[in-house]
């Protein structure tokens, strides 16, 4: 593991320095974000990557000054009152020049010109002597005309290791590896334990040409993996069962692991060999903490809930509401599920797996506070699953004032189910209706009870006159809306009523005139 570095002002600095990350993962195409998704800190679009001040390779200068300073090139270091660590080595990084030339100084900017900017340092001035006489050498170097010679450093030298190992560990895998091959500091900085705590995996393209043992000799020190791959794809699926299987092996303190894929999957593909290497990892992970299986597009059994239930009991997060149209896990395994792990505080589920004893279970006196519920309807099963009564949500809103319901209703459900499924007393925070029947009834209930609670809304539907008089509704009485987004041509009315009555509003997707897809969101300053 990294030493910590010596001085405690520098550290306590750092410690509250921001780094970009990525915003929350969505569901499927949704813009709608889940927030307890983890965090992709290294996501494709939005990685941070250190930045030099200029495009051309730097240089190194030896500094003068008393006490020397170490000026680094991150991209934090422009910001007012980013801390400078106290400089070892005296040198500081300079943007250089293409071809090598020699960089001269001006005659009449004497060498011991104070600092005004970190792009121009003082630097130390050597004459230029006659190899015979020992004076100037004629030409245009004339007479007390001073010179700079560059002072060469090793690449490791420029930043201490803990520096080095927080800027790594916002990388992508492939960026790590190459780092690692630098020089003797970056190698150690780069396998350093703090790195590779949370590690996202793209099975598609990083591994290739990546070497076995570089990754292997890191594994130890993932606690939360993201990993991606593609299906259809054979090298990236056998990847992603072999990086399964070997954290099951080595790696029991592995603390969160979402599987992510890509593409389509093959047609009548099970996905049996994935869905055994996961179940091996939940009998080893015995710390695993929070397991997201939504983007996994195979049918999850009971088979896989009480293996997660009996091996993985400090469980705090769990979700399966994928995107099958196979509802296979029964309400006596999360019955279980809710008894084998108390400190479950988050579930994502097919309404056809909860019932109404889950719910009593979770309002439990002793249970530890509830977070988040997520509820898909989106298999026949789910059209046909028991209602849960009314009562039932309200006692559990009593119990965990802080609850959050998410609900997604898809065509699979019919307008009967609709109203079994918007109880008034659910909490629902975020809703998002893909109705194949009435989508005005649904925006209307929520409207009247989801007042207090709803905070993101999707719609997905024809565009009609009575749904923009019901999205205006809407806007009066939820005026803690953060996200708003309707895939139909609205009138200018409903985006005014948002922007009037929302002062809340981040986010939305309220088109006045049709557009070519993918419709983007409009972001509120």
């Known amino acids: 593991s990294c030493r910590p570095l010596k001085s405690p002002n520098w550290d306590k600095e750092l410690s509250g320095t921001k780094v970009r990350t990525l915003s929350p993962a969505s569901h499927g195409n949704s813009p709608i974000g889940h927030h307890h998704h983890l965090t992709r800190a290294a996501a494709d679009d939005n990685r941070a990557a250190p ?101 060469m450093a090793e690449p490791g030298e420029q930043l201490p290791e803990e520096v080095l190992a927080l800027i790594f560990r916002h990388l992508p895998l492939r960026d790590r590896a190459a780092a690692a091959r630098v020089c003797r500091t970056w190698a150690a900085a780069a396998t350093c334990s703090t790195v590779w705590h949370n590690t ?10 990546m070497q076995p043992q570089y990754l292997s000799a890191c594994l130890d020190h993932v606690q939360n993996l993201r990993l991606e791959f593609v299906p259809s794809r054979e090298p990236s699926r056998l990847a992603a069962i072999e990086l399964l299987t070997a954290l099951a092996g080595r790696n029991p303190e592995l603390r969160g692991l979402c599987l992510e894929c890509r593409g389509e999957k093959r047609l009548f593909d099970s996905g049996r060999d994935v869905l055994d290497a996961v179940h091996a990892l939940c009998r080893a992970a015995r710390a695993l903490r929070h397991l997201d299986l939504r983007r996994l597009p195979f049918t999850l059994d009971d088979a896989l809930v009480l293996q997660v239930a009996h091996g993985c009991p400090e469980l705090c997060s769990l979700f399966l509401d994928n995107s099958t149209l196979v509802g296979s896990v029964g309400p006596g395994s999360v019955l279980e599920l809710l008894e084998a792990c108390p400190c479950l505080r988050a579930l994502g589920l097919h309404l056809a797996s909860l019932s109404r004893t889950a719910l009593e279970a979770l309002a439990a006196p002793d249970r530890a506070p509830f977070e988040l519920l997520a509820l898909r309807c989106a298999c026949p099963e789910d059209a046909r699953a028991s209602p849960l009564p009314n009562e039932a949500w309200a006692e559990l809103s009593r119990r965990h004032p802080g609850l ?12 009967e189910s609709v109203t079994r499924v918007l109880q008034p007393a659910v909490p629902v925070a975020a809703l998002r209706l893909s109705l194949s029947g009435d989508t005005v009834g649904p925006v209307r209930f929520a409207a009247c009870h989801y007042a207090a609670t709803l905070r993101a809304l999707e719609v997905r539907a024809a565009a009609s006159a009575e749904l923009d008089a019901a999205l205006e509704e809407l806007a009066e009485r939820c005026v803690g809306l953060r996200e708003v987004h309707c895939f139909c041509v609205v009138r200018p009315s409903v985006l ?27 972001l509120v300053a």
Request: aromatic share 4%; glycine share 8%; proline share 19%.
């Open 51 to 151: 930045m030099l001040l200029s495009q051309d390779p730097p240089r190194l200068l030896p500094a003068l000054g008393s006490p020397p300073t170490l000026c680094t090139n991150l991209a934090a270091s422009a910001c007012p009152g980013f801390p400078r660590p106290p400089g070892s080595t005296g040198f500081a990084l300079l943007p250089g020049r293409r071809g090598g030339a020699p960089v001269r100084a001006a005659p009449s900017v004497p060498a011991s010109r104070p600092l005004g900017s970190p792009r121009f340092l003082p630097t130390t001035v050597h004459r230029r002597q006659s190899p015979v006489s020992g004076q100037n050498p004629p030409g245009p170097l004339s007479s007390g005309t001073p010179t700079l010679r560059p002072a």
């Open 200 to 209: 996202n995996i793209s099975c598609d393209c990083e591994l290739e040409g």
């Open 404 to 415: 959050a319901v998410e609900l997604e209703l898809e065509p699979a459900l019919p307008a």
């Open 496 to 522: 005014h009523a948002f922007r009037t009555h929302c002062p809340r509003l981040r986010s939305y997707t309220l088109k006045l005139t049709r557009e070519p897809h993918p419709w983007r969101p409009t």
